[in-house]
């Protein structure tokens, strides 16, 4: 959570006796200060610096500060920043009208330190309060799209990418990849060490696939690289230089072996269930006969 030093605001008036006394009252807590005089100060401040918190005067030339709150909070980038408005006005119209264009509180001129920090800082413990709960939000969204092992996407993201291209009606090509005889490397190289050989694995995927892939760890040793509709020959090619990538690599090169099945969509309408079942049957049917890859198109 931010501190007082940590914290920037605005204070917006004509008068610079008044931008003076608030600058001297702000700075004894620790905030960052800036000001304008203007409308036209006012946005060059937001566009160029991130601001916390605006003290903003009714009464300026040209634009008001109504105007200017209005403004503001119609502005995708800066409708979030609370405005508290300055006034020399006291009548029940001016106050109402500042509420009504998005100001969040006000206070009379004169006025006086002690009212002015309880009032700033009831706001900015407000700000800090909801950039709190985005930052947590914004974790909580990254794990649900993360594999936390290997950093790869999740199963549930690729999924909802593959609904994605369904929805839309577009082909697309489905790489799912399974490390062979995991047991094997398990028992030969413990808990951490199998962990170490499919984190490597999930790096030469992404070094070796093309940009636009989308990869993910579905389950256990099961990878899946989700592509648009490329020729199949692209596709094939793509298969032998991931295959080739993985027999070079000097740490997992003589360890893992993998069973890749290639999926188009072009021919079916297949449920993601149904892909996925296909898919496993595919895995199943390379176990059998001992291949590396097989085509479902």
């Known amino acids: 959570m931010k501190t007082n030093n940590n914290f920037h605001v605005l204070v917006v008036d004509d008068e610079p006796f008044n931008i003076e006394l608030a600058e001297a009252y702000l700075l004894e807590e620790g905030y960052q200060i800036s000001f304008a005089k203007n ?6 401040r ?30 995708s980038k800066t409708k979030d920043i609370p405005v508290i408005f300055l ?7 001016y106050i109402s009208r500042a509420f009504e264009v998005g100001g969040v509180d006000y206070l009379s001129k004169p006025f006086f330190g002690v009212e002015l920090k309880a009032r700033v800082k009831t706001q900015l413990q407000k700000v800090a309060y ?14 649900s799209v993360t594999d936390p092992l290997t950093k790869l996407y999740s199963a549930l993201y690729f999924d ?4 994605l291209y369904q929805n839309r009606g577009e ?3 489905l790489i799912s990849l399974k490390v062979e005889r995991f047991e094997k490397i398990n028992q030969l190289y413990g808990y951490y060490g199998a962990n170490k050989i499919i984190r490597k694995l999930a790096k030469v995927l992404e070094a070796n696939s093309f940009k636009s892939a989308h990869i993910a760890r579905l389950f256990g040793v099961s990878f899946g690289i989700l592509l648009k509709d490329y020729e199949t020959d692209q596709i094939k090619k793509l298969y032998h230089v ?3 990538a993985i027999k070079k690599d000097k740490e997992i090169g003589s360890v893992v072996s993998v069973a890749t099945v290639l999926y188009s969509s072009r021919s079916f309408n297949d449920s993601i269930p ?3 079942k296909k898919i496993q049957a595919g895995m199943q049917e390379l176990e059998s006969s001992n291949s590396q890859f097989l085509f479902i198109q």
């Open 46 to 75: 937001v566009a160029k610096e991130k601001i916390d918190l605006i003290l903003l005067d009714i009464n300026m030339p040209g634009k008001d500060g109504f105007e200017v709150c209005k403004m503001l909070k119609e502005d």
């Open 87 to 93: 006034t020399a006005q006291t009548d029940i119209k």
């Open 130 to 143: 909801l950039d709190e709960i985005k930052h947590k939000q914004s974790k909580l969204a990254q794990i």
């Open 274 to 276: 149904t892909i996925y």
């Open 242 to 244: 991931l295959s080739t």
């Open 171 to 173: 082909a697309f090509w």
């Open 39 to 44: 409308a036209q100060e006012t946005f060059q």
């Open 160 to 163: 909802s990418q593959i609904k």
